[in-house]
């Protein structure tokens, strides 16, 4: 039996790496433009790093990770999530004492068992965001903007942000007593999931995907009435902001996120053409985070985007090279040292070379120089090789000119 991938894996074929690598890109160059530094983590942590942070009543953590006993006896966990493993590494390298304010961003794939579905899989790759230092709202509205750049990059229509604040540790307090009144009328209505969240954590029933609880929760007490002073302050001036760069944004107070650390601001950024599941990014501000996994009390704020539902909601322009793509034709065994001198040579001034290595027939070399979209062949043979000169064939126009081999250079440079 042949092997084959495994439930909710899939490779990445050649002929898809050339958008991932786009998207990468687009990520490295916006990222760095607005001053973050990548950061790389372990694709393993401990598992307490994330039963602590994400919270022990999360799908994730309760049904979703792929965690086992190590050797030595301890529990390890493949990253369901990257915002935990970055605080963990800012913690243990004191990076706040480098700088007060440490702007961070990071890609990699993370590992969830979930029921795989279009833009969903049990590997998927995120980018995303995280910035240290500031409870400020011009960092809120910094990190929005950058996601926002990123997805104009990519030219990435039809896509809206959600914006809503879960206010601060005392608004959380006051709104979940308020809450747990207004649902527990209803408590033998609510799904098993739910009745147990209202005794462990009540904000996450407002993120239920069951229609019958979103009817329910549609007449809840909304999170505004119990913001304090300063969440409100907080949370309107990160609007006034948003809008002061042109980036629209529609208020939805039964956005709170998934996981349990977030506070104040959180966001999403959501796709018309992904249908139900269209969230493409999702976002916060976490500030009691870093102190809860041992650090000294730093606000903090990122997000997080799917990479897989960003390339399903966005079709990219091919990317050309800066310079001319070469394929070169040897049609003699004894031309093959001079060939790959030639293509070295080459390659080393940023020329991309398609070489055949099969020995075919100057036709056949010609069709595979087509195939790979090949816009000038570089052809070499035994009275070429004698001559030190080469021909080159426009194969686009269809025209050939013949070049001395030691002006190639200046030749496919100028």
């Known amino acids: 039996m042949a092997y084959r991938t495994i439930k909710g894996t899939h490779d990445i074929l050649p002929d898809e790496t050339r958008r991932w690598q786009q998207l990468e890109n687009v990520v490295h160059s916006v990222a760095g433009h607005y001053g973050y530094n990548e950061i790389r983590t372990p694709i393993f942590e401990d598992t307490g790093l994330f039963s602590k942070s994400v919270g022990e009543d999360t799908d994730i953590v309760s049904k979703e990770m792929y965690s086992w006993e190590d050797r030595s006896g301890g529990r390890l966990t493949l990253r369901p999530e990257l915002t935990a493993p970055v605080v963990r ?27 795989p579905q279009k833009g969903r899989q049990r590997q998927f790759h995120q980018f995303g965001v995280e910035a240290f230092g500031s409870e400020h709202p011009e960092q809120d509205a910094e990190v929005i903007a950058l996601a926002h750049h990123i997805f104009e990059e990519l030219g990435i229509l039809n896509i809206s942000l959600k914006l809503n604040s879960i206010g601060s540790g005392d608004c959380r307090k006051n709104y ?46 909304s999170i505004a009435d119990s913001w304090t002073d300063e969440d409100k302050n907080h949370f309107e001036s990160v609007q006034s902001m948003l809008s002061g760069l042109n980036i629209p944004y529609e208020l939805d107070e039964n956005l709170v996120r998934g996981l349990d650390y977030y506070t104040r601001t959180t966001f999403e950024f959501v796709s018309e053409n992904l249908g139900a599941q269209d969230a493409i990014c999702g976002g916060g501000r976490y500030d009691n985070l870093v102190e809860m996994l ?4 730093t606000p903090a704020i990122g997000f997080a985007a799917g990479m897989e539902r960003i390339l399903l909601s966005t079709v990219m322009t091919e990317q050309t090279d800066e310079h001319e793509s070469i394929y070169l034709i040897n049609i003699e065994e004894t031309a093959s040292i001079k060939a790959l001198q030639m293509a070295k040579e080459l390659r080393s001034k940023g020329i991309t070379v ?22 000038k062949a570089v052809i070499l043979g035994e009275d070429e090789l004698k001559n030190n000169r080469v021909q080159v064939k426009d194969l686009l126009k269809k025209e050939q000119e013949e070049v001395a081999m030691d002006k190639l250079i200046k030749y496919f440079t100028v």
Do not use: C
């Open 354 to 375: 398609y070489m055949d290595t099969k020995r075919r027939s100057l036709k056949a070399q010609l069709r595979d120089a087509n195939r790979v979209g090949a816009r």
């Open 89 to 115: 590494s800012y913690i243990q390298h004191n990076l706040g004492a480098r700088s007060p304010l440490q702007k961070l961003y990071y890609i990699g794939p993370l590992f969830r068992r979930e029921r």
């Open 176 to 221: 979940r007593s308020a809450l747990v009144k207004f649902l527990t009328p209803y408590k033998d209505d609510l799904s098993e999931t739910s009745q147990r969240r209202l005794e462990t954590n009540p904000l996450r029933i407002l993120d239920t995907k069951i229609p019958h609880e979103q009817d329910i929760i549609q007449n809840a007490p």
């Open 294 to 297: 041992g650090g000294k009390p």
